[in-house]
């Protein structure tokens, strides 16, 4: 199945590169001290942003951060609304979310304790953010939620962990806006010089952003190169 949509990534885009958008603009630069640390999960197909819940919710921007009371952090992963929820993958839906433009979910789960203690064989890349940047990068996630009458955004259905809902989210899902691209737009949302524009798999994400945050804002030791453990393992 990867190998098949990386077939099609290169089809398409040689006939669409001319129609990409162009990048959001960075906000105003912060030189403020960096605070606050956030987590990029890469299952090397998939990447979601992992944020500490009392951080989160300090900013008073996300209210469905009420809907896991007692996580330790939330992760936020957008994707296509029937490929990103469905228990089997098809072909059908793998070649209608690569090249229709569907509409999109927000998968949000709480987590008990940080992905690196959860997610052995995935990747996580800490992100050191400025308060300001932070508060843009909560800002831009709290965007994508779609709400009625600007209220809080319900749950349309059970997520992939058990403690995990799906929301409708804005945007819409297809082979040059994915899961990957749309968390390269957060983090340039959120200050880093990241472009998100042909930016399709998890490894051209997690590439894109150690080269624009550099070892001076990656806490800690460089994550390990290893491979997915399936969610049926995922112990919160």
Same mark, same amino acid.
């Given at each position: 199945?990867?190998? $098949?949509? @990386? =077939? /099609? ?11 990409? +958008?162009? *990048? &959001? ?69 793998? $070649?209608? @979310? =690569? /090249? ?11 987590? +008990?304790? *940080? &992905? ?72 340039? =949302? ?47």
């Amino acid at each position: 199945m990867k190998r $098949l949509i @990386a =077939a /099609l990534a290169w089809l398409v885009c040689a006939g669409w590169l001319t129609a990409c +958008a162009a *990048a &959001p603009p960075l906000p105003p630069a912060d030189t403020g001290p960096h605070t606050h640390s956030v987590r990029i999960v890469s299952d090397g197909w998939h990447t979601a942003i992992v944020i500490p819940r009392p951080e989160l919710v300090a900013t008073g921007l996300l209210p469905e951060a009420e809907d896991f009371p007692d996580a330790a952090f939330l992760e936020f992963g957008w994707g296509d609304r029937v490929y990103y929820p469905a228990k089997k993958k098809t072909l059908g839906m793998t $070649l209608a @979310a =690569a /090249l229709v433009a569907t509409p999109a979910v927000m998968h949000m789960a709480g987590l +008990a304790r *940080a &992905p690196e203690m959860i997610y052995a064989d995935s990747q996580v890349v800490p992100v050191a953010l400025t308060e300001g940047g932070f508060r843009h990068l909560v800002r831009a996630i709290a965007g994508d939620f779609m709400r009625s009458q600007g209220g809080r955004a319900k749950p349309v259905s059970r997520g992939l962990y058990p403690n995990s809902n799906f929301y409708d989210a804005r945007g819409r899902f297809h082979l040059l806006s994915t899961c990957n691209t749309w968390t390269a737009r957060k983090l340039r =949302a959120a200050g880093i010089n990241i472009l998100p524009s042909g930016i399709i798999t998890a490894d051209e994400l997690v590439a894109r952003l150690r080269a624009a945050i550099g070892k001076n804002q990656v806490s800690g030791e460089h994550p390990k190169e290893v491979r997915f453990r399936s969610p049926r393992g995922f112990n919160p």
